[in-house]
């Protein structure tokens, strides 16, 4: 009888555990997209490295030029793909992007990818079947020396991509994919001298983190590889570091600017007036190259506050944090006063006793 009461029990827990599961993953549904179509480069006579999967060009100035890249849906339904063209930039992990971005050109940047190519926008790609898309390149009149860097974009349109989570219930979260072809044009093997700029310090955030950035700039029209950042901040007058940062394996795309940022963690934003020293490593033409630079930056009391409200990482002081001596208060007043009241109450009984 005993046993049978505890595999009951025992029965009901499970099934309530059970219970307790699907209701909270049940309306949560997690799926990536499939990779519903796939891309591949038709590489032209005028490509320089055959072993590359994506378009290295050796061009001549005016010269006009049609690439193709083939697109093949591997579904049972027809499906739209966006195009895009871009210029390649260099975001604040030292990592070049080749696809839509919300980072501006820098100032350098003489010829945009995309205004060197003209392409469809979309591409509608029946079921099963391959599709061809066209790029028509017009390289600039005059020569170009270095290297014109970007990349071809393809992505699924998010109508179709999203279809799935519009049409169930419950919550499902879908990545898309977006392919991204590497393009470099070039017209002369001339070699130009790497040089990087330290363009301004500034305190800022990143993800709701509090850092301060340094701005690097490549000005030539060259890739760089292997690079190392080594960033150190000193309060103006002292030797002693407050905060510091180095990374490795950065590329910084020619013709770019990003921004570098030395996180402050947990701690808060001070103002006042600092020096940043960096020294930037980085490889062009396999040649290793290194610079130095140092900047005085002010931080306004204004925006350090600013900032710190919002940092997600500091922690903020409760507006119920006179909650917990109120209470203690409460407690220590109601332990005297029933003090008093038994006291009162013995001295009562007493003299009723005389």
């Known amino acids: 009888m005993l046993y049978k009461q505890r595999s009951s029990f025992s029965y009901k827990i499970v099934l309530l555990l059970f219970s307790f599961v699907i209701f909270v993953f049940a309306p949560f549904k997690a799926s990536a997209s499939e990779m519903n179509f796939t891309v591949g480069t038709n590489l032209p006579s005028n490509q320089i490295d055959k072993n590359k999967s994506f378009f290295d060009l050796k061009m001549k100035p005016g010269q006009k030029q049609m690439i193709t890249v083939s697109l093949n849906n591997n579904t049972s339904k027809s ?35 995309n205004e060197l190519i003209k392409y469809p926008k979309s591409v509608v790609i029946p079921a099963k079947e391959s599709k ?48 991204a072809i590497a393009v470099i044009l070039k017209e002369s093997d001339d070699k130009l001298t790497p040089n990087l700029n330290l363009l301004s310090v500034s305190p800022g955030q990143v993800n709701g983190r509090n850092e301060i950035s340094a701005r690097i700039q490549n000005d030539q029209s060259l890739l760089m590889s292997s690079g190392k950042i080594t960033a150190k901040i000193y309060k103006k007058g002292s030797n002693k570091v407050i905060y510091s940062s180095t ?13 570098y940022p030395v996180y402050l963690k947990d701690s808060k934003m001070q103002s006042g007036n600092y020096i940043l020293k960096l020294k930037v490593t980085a490889t062009a033409y396999n040649n290793s190259k290194t610079w130095n630079f140092s900047k005085n930056f002010s931080i306004k009391a204004k925006k350090a506050a600013s900032l710190n409200k919002s940092d997600v990482n500091i922690k903020k002081s409760s507006n119920y944090s006179w909650i917990i001596p109120a209470v203690i208060a409460s407690l220590i007043l109601v332990i005297i006063l029933l003090t008093i009241i038994i006291f009162k109450i013995k001295g009562n009984v007493k003299k009723n006793s005389n």
């Not at 195009?83 to 390649?88: F, P």
């Not at 839509?100 to 350098?108: F, G, Q």
């Not at 990374?247 to 921004?259: E, H, M, Y």
Request: glycine letters at 8%; proline letters at 3%; zero cysteines.
């Open 79 to 113: 499906i739209t793909v966006n195009v895009g063209a871009n210029s390649a930039k260099t975001n604040l992990n030292g990592v070049i992007e080749y696809g839509k971005t919300s980072i501006k050109n820098d100032k350098t940047l003489k010829y945009p990818l």
């Open 247 to 259: 990374s490795k394996n950065l590329q910084i795309a020619p013709n770019s600017n990003f921004k």
């Open 132 to 179: 061809t898309v066209s790029f028509s390149i017009t390289m600039p009149k005059k020569t170009y020396r270095g290297i014109i860097l970007g990349g071809l974009t393809f992505q699924q349109k998010a109508s179709e991509s999203n279809k799935e989570s519009t049409s169930k219930k419950g919550t499902t979260i879908q990545n898309r994919f977006v392919y």
